[in-house]
């Protein structure tokens, strides 16, 4: 089955510096990777998704690259505020409804 | 935010006792999900239902038994519990999308604990 990990698991960054969060996948039949974000005490919820026909998606400061021969992907953000402090997690599935592997998370804490 | 909701948000229960976890939502969504966090395997899939159906059952110890009587509500039964299985329980659903990837959203989870 897929197996997805992810690093940092802890991450701390200076308010406007910015923050990058790998991830790495093992099927290759994965075609979509969306990342959630999930603040303390409330659901996660989708920021950003790519699909594999595409190499980068950009969301304002938000950003994500996807390497479908190496595997990898990654959520950058630039400028980072301290409301953006949350659990970061990437997900990558075969697409649809279907099974979708979540990362073990990346606790993102943005310092004033 | 009431697109998927849960009840009840908390749940204290022993190990002995039967209760039930609902989860409804109001997307016209086709699919949904029960998913366990805990600090050890944050996000774990445990089942996935579509237009009713089960589809996936990802090894889940059988004292956790879904339910899905219609595309907008899903519930999770639990009977002789563990301790170990305290944790935060969140329910998402999704549209079926065939291709492309589908975007979940999550109910605000019930926390459990078993005592």
């Known amino acids: 089955g897929e197996n997805v990990e992810q690093h940092p698991s802890t991450l701390s960054v200076q308010e406007g510096d910015s923050a990058v969060i790998k991830c790495t996948y093992s099927?290759?039949?994965?075609?979509?990777f969306p990342w959630y974000k999930q603040e303390l005490g409330k659901r996660p919820q989708l920021i950003i998704d790519?699909?594999?026909?595409?190499g980068e998606k950009k969301d304002q400061r938000i950003a994500v690259t996807l390497n479908k021969t190496a595997k990898h992907f990654s959520l950058h953000i630039t400028e980072t505020q301290p409301e953006d402090s949350a659990v970061y997690f990437c997900?990558?599935?075969?697409?649809?409804?279907?099974?979708?592997?979540f990362g073990t998370g990346t606790k993102l804490q943005v310092i004033p | 935010e009431t697109g998927v909701t849960q009840t009840p948000r908390h749940l204290v229960m022993g190990m002995t006792n039967k209760k039930s976890l609902k989860c409804e939502q109001h997307?016209?969504?086709?699919?949904m999900y029960w998913y366990k966090q805990s600090a050890k395997k944050p996000l774990e899939l445990m089942f996935v239902y579509n237009f009713k159906e089960q589809t996936e059952n990802n090894s889940v110890p059988s004292r956790f038994s879904p339910e899905c009587p219609n595309s907008s509500h899903l519930f999770l039964h639990l009977h002789t519990l563990q301790p170990e299985d305290s944790a935060l329980y969140l329910c998402?659903?999704?549209?079926?999308?065939?291709?492309?990837?589908?975007?979940?959203?999550f109910g605000p989870g019930t926390r459990l604990t078993v005592l």
């Open positions: 099927d290759s039949a994965s075609n979509y």
């Open positions: 790519i699909r594999s026909n595409v």
């Open positions: 997900a990558a599935s075969p697409g649809g409804y279907q099974k979708v592997t």
């Open positions: 998402a659903s999704s549209q079926d999308i065939r291709s492309g990837g589908a975007i979940q959203y």
């Open positions: 997307l016209g969504h086709n699919a």
